[in-house]
T-cell receptor, first 118, second 111 residues
Framework: AQKVTQAQTEISVVEKEDVTLDCVYETRDTTYYLFWYKQPPSGELVFLIR??????QNEISGRYSWNFQKSTSSFNFTITASQVVDSAVYFC???????????????FGKGTHLIIQP | DAGVIQSPRHEVTEMGQEVTLRCKPISGHDYLFWYRQTMMRGLELLIYFNNNVPIDDSGMPEDRFSAKMPNASFSTLKIQPSEPRDSAVYFCASSPGGELFFGEGSRLTVL
């Protein structure tokens, strides 16, 4: 069975600070995908990144970066120089590849509520 | 391109009533998912379809819930009869295979 754990339920930082959101996953598959989604106060779910299990390269996109480490089953997300607009709930998710090879549904963590104070 | 479209955005109903939530996926996406979000349980996958065929409905809580996808551009999630514990935000998402694109959700309140 697959599982995603986001141990930090809420984080509050002051604007311009760096912040890291932790994500630990469990899966028995060797092929899987990891995701991060953002849910701002308006409620929609916004896709941020997808990473497959064979690509452990870290990724950077502007102020966002992701650190994938298979050895510790972690896929952490860092926001550099945080801004008030980054305030949202962030979800880490896992997809195990089914025999069809397509999307087979995501298992989400409980989410981390990030509060950026001005 | 239009994203995933869900309706209604908000629904308030009384216990025992039938509720139908609707979803129009992104054109060309072969996969469609229904999720439910509550404070207690977070985001839960209810059911998903591939090419209009239900693949996994193990997340559907009970027989009061049913979902259909009569064609590639439309899906419904029906609750009959509704109960207060069904109050949640229901998300529809579609995918070409890979990341999921979510609609804005339907907030259901059952009194």
């Amino acid at each position: 069975a697959q599982k995603v754990t986001q141990a930090q339920t809420e984080i509050s930082v002051v604007e311009k600070e760096d912040v890291t959101l932790d994500c630990v996953y469990e899966t028995r598959d060797t092929t899987y995908y990891l995701f991060w989604y953002k849910q701002p106060p308006s409620g929609e779910l916004v896709f941020l990144i997808r990473r497959n299990s064979f690509d452990e390269q870290n990724e950077i996109s502007g102020r966002y970066s992701w650190n994938f480490q298979k050895s510790t089953s972690s896929f952490n997300f860092t926001i550099t120089a945080s801004q008030v607009v980054d305030s949202a709930v962030y979800f880490c998710a896992l997809s195990e590849r089914d025999s069809g090879g397509g999307a087979d549904g995501l298992t989400f963590g409980k989410g981390t509520h990030l509060i950026i104070q001005p | 391109d239009a994203g995933v479209i869900q309706s209604p955005r908000h629904e308030v109903t009384e216990m025992g009533q039938e509720v139908t939530l609707r979803c129009k996926p992104i054109s060309g996406h072969d996969y469609l998912f229904w999720y439910r979000q509550t404070m207690m349980r977070g985001l839960e996958l209810l059911i998903y379809f591939n090419n209009n065929v239900p693949i996994d409905d193990s997340g559907m809580p009970e027989d009061r819930f049913s979902a259909k996808m009569p064609n590639a551009s439309f899906s419904t999630l029906k609750i009959q009869p509704s109960e207060p514990r069904d109050s949640a935000v229901y998300f529809c998402a579609s995918s070409p295979g890979g990341e999921l694109f979510f609609g804005e959700g339907s907030r259901l309140t059952v009194l």
